[in-house]
Every structure is written in C-alpha cells, then in structure tokens.
C-alpha cells in the first residue's frame, strides 16, 4: 500500500506521483522517522495494484490497531529499504530501524468519539478524539527494548521489549539459574534503545459537556516527533488507541504500599532507568 498509493483527484484520476513514497523521501531529508498516514487513504487504494481488499487492511487496523501495531511500524523501513535511492539508503543506514513508526492522522471516518463516549469496546481500537489542552509535562525518557543483566550468572539478556512498564526477563536462560527477579539494567548496551515521551491532558470541549456536568479529562501520551507540537488551550485532535494502565498502589494493602515504598527508597540509588506508562 505505501509504496504504489497514488492519491484520487477531484476529477476521479490518480495522481502520477507516489504519494507515501515522496513523503518518506521527504522524512529521510528531514532526518525525521514518522510517517503520517491517513487511515482513510487505505479504502481508496487500488486493489488490483494492491492484490487483497484495502477495506480488509483498513478494519483490522481500526478494529485491532494495537494488536497490529508494530507490523505497521515495521513496514516503514521495509518501504525505505525497497527505494532506488542511494542518498536515502545513506541516511537510513544511520538510523535505527525501530526509530521509524506510523502515526495515523485519523481513524479512517468522518467521526469523531468524544471523551465521555469512550468505553471498554474501544479498547486496542483506533479512534480519534477531539478536546482542549489544559496541561503538558515535560518531555521525559522512555525505555523502549531493553538489555538486562542477570543479578546470579552475570549473563545479558537482550531484546526486552517494554510494555508499558519495566519488562523484565521472565527467566535467565543459563541453564541451572533459574533467576526470575535479580536484574540490573544495562542503559548503555548497544542492544537497549530509547525514545522520547510527553503527558498531555486533554479536556473535553464545552459545546460537549452536558448541562449540570464537570468537564471530563483524559491523559494522552505522545512519543518522538509528536512531543513539543501543543500548549495549554490549543483545540487538539488526536488519532490512538485506548490503553489501560493498572493504579498498582491503588490494588495494594496499606501494609504492601509500605513495603513497596521502602523497597523502592533502598533500591533507587543502584538501579536507573527510564520510561512511561503508554
């Protein structure tokens, strides 16, 4: 699809030129490493350039976005891999080929789910939302895929995905070890990789608050080259899906929440790492 889509024009032709193939040359020019694509775009797809249905590919990824997430990304570098450009070829060279992701500039319809409509079933999907910013944080560190230490046999353990918290390894894989819990994280292994993320809080807007009611919130987690684009009272439209992250000290006993703050005061001064929750 990214490399053969050639946008409809108002007279019903296709444009000549590629479209997301000229915007991944701009990126790599930019030394940027998002691709912005229009999830409404891939309904308008040719399917005898294509070979399978576009309006299959566009309900998967509106109905199971997050499950299909990281294919998604992987195919940005396999677009910048398959070009016939050599001064392309360079800079990728350059770059980490996890660095390059997709964001979608909208969910693929006209609509748009407000804040106080989100529920369970929207959960993984990929929706749009609109509403106010009232708040950002500051851009902090994110652990991405990291490289962990095995606190017994002193063995490296590498390509740790992170999900949305500390990931560790479930178990070393030297053979007679059997470490599940002792790990020290290696920040400057050359197999542990970071990114950039930002909080905003998001509002909903006033003309959808309903009489007699507070406004409702929502926290949106931006990552990269989305990170320093928005200020407190823009109007923000955002494309994502909706996570779940677990409040833990909320699920613990007071006597566990003590226990866990101590642990944590002890630990903090050998163990650094970095990361967020979405």
Known sequence: FLETFRRVQENGEREDRLYYVEQAKGMVREKKTTLYVEAS????????????????????????????????????????????????????????????VVAFCDSGTDQFTGIRDLRTETLGRLVTICG???????????????????????????????????????????????????????????????????????????????????????DVIVRDECTEMCKAGDKLKVTGSLIVVPDVPTLMSPSELKSSVRKSLNTRSDQTYGGGDG
């Open 41 to 100: 775009h891939i309904a308008q797809a040719d399917p005898d350039v294509i070979n399978f249905d576009p309006l299959d590919l566009a309900q998967v990824i509106q109905t199971r976005y997050m499950i299909v997430r990281d294919a998604i990304n992987a195919a940005v570098p396999q677009l910048l891999a398959n070009m016939d450009d050599q001064d392309v070829q360079a800079e990728v060279a350059k770059v980490d080929e996890l660095k390059y």
């Open 132 to 218: 106010t910013v009232t708040r950002t944080t500051d851009i902090k560190p994110e652990l991405l895929v990291a490289s962990w230490q095995c606190g017994e046999c002193k063995r490296e353990v590498s390509g740790i995905k992170q999900e949305f918290k500390v990931t560790m390894p479930a178990l070393c894989p030297t053979k007679h070890c059997g470490n599940q819990t002792n790990w020290k994280l290696l920040p400057y292994s050359r197999s542990t990789r970071w990114g950039e993320w930002q909080r905003i809080r998001l509002q909903e807007n006033e003309n959808e608050i309903p009489a007699g009611s507070m406004p409702l919130t929502m």
